[in-house]
């Protein structure tokens, strides 16, 4: 399985090479750092940290981790890698200017070797979920730590894993540490070879996000002088299926509320175009973010075609709701108009957080939509009761503040990680000064 593993990826990875420029065509962002999709770049100042966030999700959702562990290490260099333009934006304007941030090579063994050889860390933290065989195998060999941090794991992805058999089995070696977020995923984690010694529950890191105190006060200041009172709505993290039936709810909307506003954050940046040709076609012309012209009075949409701006505009919204969750994609992150203390609608797929679904909905600060009709109905009743709004907000705002924490656990396991390396490099240093300055005598 291993081996044709390795015959496979060796052809995928110049075909992927080939998308990425093709996608360059219409996105120069895609072009940058083709370099580093094969290992190549800068040496990196060796034995620091290497943080692996796969997209905007994943590194948002790192953000508190780096933090605290800047706090903590300051002196140990930080290497942040993504996959995605995107997330490598994201990495940017977060951790720019106290991290070296890259891509992640291809899984090729070459590739991967160069890019540890660029990199040398001395432990590696994976968010989330990135098993990849030939990365994994690398850092056995190297010795290397790695934590996969706030990890999950579906059910339907640990059966894909437990199809390929020793492939993904073979992983999780002695230097491998799993922090899940919930007991099913440590569970799933264990089923496909995960060492239960080396299992840890550690709760979602993504409930420990910070909201900049400058926030609030900027979304005022931006809804005053550019989006006005009138009654607002935003659908955050959109993606294809989705938009049809959010534009059916805001007719509806804009039938039983005259003047509502709705803003429309499209998932991927490459289809921002097609979003604003959509909304054309269901008669709802909008006004584009990106080109700085100003929000007329009556305009029914304002596309949010900008990188960075959702949580701004969050802040923003008197109703979130959040995409990815009226087609089978999974959902995105419900927290971050929770913590606002926005209501939130979702769809019914948020297999992405079910656990954090499941908390917003049992406490009343979520509500599940099925589909365009649910949709505008909640929307409706939620306008037409602000006393309603108010509770649902507050409610999502004071469960975010009370499951606050995981980080500091997730920092706890970390850390003697870090030191037990530390020590290790110095330890070997010291060896080869003691052996060289024989030799020279």
Not at 64 to 77: G, I, M, N, Q, S
Not at 223 to 237: F, K, Q, V
Not at 428 to 439: K, L, P, V, W, Y
Request: with cysteine.
């Amino acid at each position: 399985m291993r081996r044709l593993y390795g015959l496979l990826i060796r052809i995928a990875a110049p075909l992927a090479a080939a998308l990425v420029l093709l996608r360059g065509l219409r996105d120069p962002a895609y072009r940058r750092g083709l370099g580093e999709r094969f290992g190549h770049g800068r040496r990196a100042a060796p034995g620091g940290l290497w943080l692996h966030a796969v997209s905007l999700g994943e590194v948002s959702a790192a953000a508190a981790l780096v933090r605290d562990l800047r706090e903590r290490h300051p002196r140990l260099p930080l290497v942040v890698t993504s996959a995605t333009p995107t997330g490598l934006a994201k990495a940017r304007s977060a951790f720019g200017e106290t991290a070296d941030v890259r891509y992640l090579p291809y899984d090729t063994p070459a590739a991967v070797a160069r890019f540890l050889a660029n990199v040398d860390p001395a432990v590696a933290i994976i968010m989330e979920t990135e098993l990849w065989p030939n990365l994994f195998a690398e850092c056995a060999r190297r010795r290397l730590p790695v934590v996969l941090a706030n990890a999950r794991l579906s059910s339907r992805s640990a059966a894909r894993y437990r199809c390929c058999g020793t492939l993904f089995r073979g992983l999780f070696t002695a230097f491998v540490t799993v922090a899940a977020q919930t007991p099913e995923d440590a569970e799933r984690f264990r089923q496909i070879g995960a060492d239960p010694a080396r299992l840890h529950v550690l709760g979602n890191v993504k409930f420990d996000l910070q909201i900049g105190a400058d926030v609030a006060g900027r979304a005022r200041a931006l809804r005053n002088a550019y989006l006005g009172d009138r009654p607002t709505w935003i659908a955050g993290s959109t993606h294809a299926g989705e938009e049809t039936a959010i534009a059916s709810a805001h007719r509806a909307l804009r039938a039983a509320v005259p003047g509502a506003l709705l803003i429309l954050a499209p998932r991927h940046p490459n289809r921002f175009d097609a979003v604003a040709a959509l909304m054309g076609r269901e008669g709802l012309g909008c006004v584009r973010r990106g080109t700085g012209a100003p929000l007329p009075a009556d305009a029914p949409v304002l596309l949010l075609d900008t990188v960075g701006e959702l949580l701004l505009f969050y802040a923003t919204a008197d109703v979130a709701f959040v995409g990815g969750s009226l087609v089978p994609i999974g959902g995105h992150n419900l927290l971050e108009p929770a913590a606002l203390g926005v209501p939130v609608l979702t769809g019914p797929s948020n297999e992405n957080g079910r656990e954090i679904a499941a908390l917003l909905t049992a406490a009343g600060a979520a509500l599940i939509v099925a589909d365009a009709d649910e949709l505008a109905a909640n929307l409706i009743r939620l306008f037409a009761e602000p006393a309603a709004r108010a509770r649902i907000g507050a409610a999502a705002r004071d469960l975010v503040r009370a499951q606050r924490g995981n980080v500091a656990r997730l920092i706890r396991l970390i850390d003697p990680l870090i030191e037990a390396a530390s020590r290790s490099r110095r330890d070997a240093r010291a060896i080869g000064g003691a052996t060289q300055g024989a030799n020279g005598s």
